[in-house]
């Protein structure tokens, strides 16, 4: 009953306009994170759907155990893969009619990257129609621009994003271990933003992660996100762990019991996992001896389309972690594969984030605390986390481009998605 209940008052308006007589619960960022809260010590996977194998294995995943999740692309990914931010919604609605998922799943645009203050005016076009699209949530993601330029292009884009929609913003660039975001600079990212009526439900950091497949024994560092986390508590902000994929799995425990964080993105564990490359435990790829991807035999795609694959990347110099780029000439190829293939390309994502959700971030069960979020508001809308409780007039342009605190940005460069 408390799925019927949820599906007829937990779809945002732009889903039931799309999608008159879905049955799928496509819900608010909100949602999930509200659930993850409620759990306690818990959080869920943002799947990056770069491809229909990882959007279906992601949600046959999540309904084994019964948890929410966010289903997301990068505006970055939109370059280099078939889902973009515009066709995600669509691709998701479809899988989860056809596979009977009944979990809430978010829609997620991640990092709305905007580098330059030149990108803000063409937001102001672009993201409605984003929503307009079923996007259900958004991470705008102005932190390659400084501190001040970064919260006035969030004070600026966010009354664009409705009310109702799952809303992340991001201090420090995601680049490793140079450049570490400080509390200090998120509290001011947050407070800007919560004086003039923006309550975020999430904020990105650079805490030492890096996108793609984590190797490093740096890693996340848990104690520097605890200590920003607890600096923006009471404005109502959880945390979105960006580059999870390959960090072990004791680290990501360590996440969940001693930080705020309720959204962990996963994009490149996923993809290798679909294609049948060899990885360990944790999603970090396995080379072998030439330092090559090492296909697994009779597992992912078959070993024909991946000599296809991989002689496509060497003839146009793919190396490394740019071989995500061969999700869009090879989608259609992977969806044309014998049904037992793509079976098993879906199985190897379903049970690798079966494990991620059920046995490593505590999200297992969290569907039903989500379905009963939804009927306590009596809405698809639950209304912010936290009051105002800062002053407008004390965060001006001129005040808070004064206020600014410098700090080392660490090295320029490609740190996208």
Known sequence: MSFEQALEIGRPPTIKKLFPNSKALIVSGKVIDRAMIKKGNAMTVAANGRNMSVIRGSLRA?????????????????????????????????????LGITVPVAIHADHYGLKTWDEVEPAKVEIPTMFEAGITSIA????????????????????????????????????????????????????????????????ALNNGTTHGIEASSEGIQVALTAEIHKAVEKYGTSGAQHGTSGNHNDRLREICTQTNTTKANVATALQMVSWGVKVNEFGNAILDADGNFDKVEGNGVTNELWAEMVAYADKNGIKGGNFKKLNLPFENKMMAQPLEIRERIEQNVEDFMYNLLANVMNAGDTAPLAYEAIIAAGSYDLGPKADCIGNPDDWTEEKYRARMVQRDRGPEGDFED
């Open 62 to 98: 999540a309904q084994k155990a019964n948890a929410v999740l966010l289903v997301e692309i990068a505006k970055s990914e939109s370059n280099y893969c078939m889902s973009n931010f515009w066709n995600l919604a669509r691709r998701v609605d479809q899988a989860m009619n056809e």
């Open 140 to 203: 705008i993601d102005a932190s390659h621009m400084m501190d001040d330029d970064n919260l006035k292009a969030n004070l600026e884009l966010a009354p664009l994003v409705p009310k109702w929609a799952g809303y992340e913003t991001e201090i420090g660039e995601i680049k490793g271990k140079d450049g570490m975001s400080t509390a200090v600079e998120a509290e001011y990212l947050i407070q800007g933003l919560n004086a003039h009526g923006v309550i975020p439900d999430w904020i």
